[in-house]
T-cell receptor, first 112, second 115 residues
Framework: AQSVTQLGSHVSVSEGALVLLRCNYS??????LFWYVQYPNQGLQLLLK??????LVKGINGFEAEFKKSETSFHLTKPSAHMSDAAEYFC??????????FGTGTRLLVSP | DTEVTQTPKHLVMGMTNKKSLKCEQH?????MYWYKQKAKKPPELMFV???????INESVPSRFSPECPNSSLLNLHLHALQPEDSALYLC??????????????FGPGTRLTVT
């Protein structure tokens, strides 16, 4: 069964620093992977997705992720953190029939 | 337009009440979803509707009753809930539930408190 594991429940960075949020997947078939962001008391917003093709995926708000099959990883990065990036980030994989399976989430804290 | 709307934003109900949550999308999507999210946890799938038919029920208690009146609307009827049902209820939609990896778009959620 497809699943994702997010390493680190909390990640703290300074404003302007590199953001790296880790996600590893487990899948017996080529996975379809997503990153979502959730701001406090809001729904989930799609940041980016990987289906097939280019392994470096660019998303909204300056985020990108690289699909690495050899490492079964799909880490999310942003070169320079902004205070407005503080939120909960979820990695997710599609299981059968569009069932989204989420990781446990990583809370990104950005300090001035 | 990638908007999914949900009403109400907040709902407080007693354990004997009957209430409904509503979700609407105008993106022409044919799949709609209900998720439940407890504090500091990821969303958990409850139901999936595909082309207005219930295709997945994740063993949800019968006190939650979904309804899809048409391809744009999704309701969740609530009856005799328990305090542990208090959570953020999220609606989502996608193009369909086929094998293509269509992304899901989420609404802002309804914060439900059961007293």
């Amino acid at each position: 069964a497809q699943s994702v594991t997010q390493l680190g429940s909390h990640v703290s960075v300074s404003e302007g620093a590199l953001v790296l949020l880790r996600c590893n997947y487990s899948s017996s078939v080529p996975p379809y992977l997503f990153w979502y962001v959730q701001y406090p008391n809001q729904g989930l917003q799609l940041l980016l997705k990987y289906t097939t093709g280019a392994t470096l995926v660019k998303g909204i708000n300056g985020f990108e992720a690289e699909f690495k099959k050899s490492e079964t990883s799909f880490h999310l990065t942003k070169p320079s953190a902004h205070m407005s990036d503080a939120a909960e980030y979820f990695c997710a994989v599609i299981a059968s029939f569009q069932k989204l399976v989420f990781g446990t989430g990583t809370r990104l804290l950005v300090s001035p | 337009d990638t908007e999914v709307t949900q009403t109400p934003k907040h709902l407080v109900m007693g354990m004997t009440n009957k209430k409904s949550l509503k979700c609407e999308q105008h993106m022409g999507h044919r799949a709609m979803y209900w998720y439940k999210q407890k504090a500091k946890k990821p969303p958990e799938l409850m139901f999936v509707y595909s082309y207005e038919k219930l295709s997945i029920n994740e063993s949800v208690p019968s006190r939650f009753s979904p309804e899809c009146p048409n391809s744009s609307l999704l309701n969740l009827h609530l009856h005799a809930l328990q305090p542990e049902d208090s959570a953020l209820y999220l609606c989502a939609s996608s193009q369909d539930t086929g094998r293509s990896p269509y992304e899901q778009y989420f609404g802002p959620g309804t914060r439900l408190t059961v007293t």
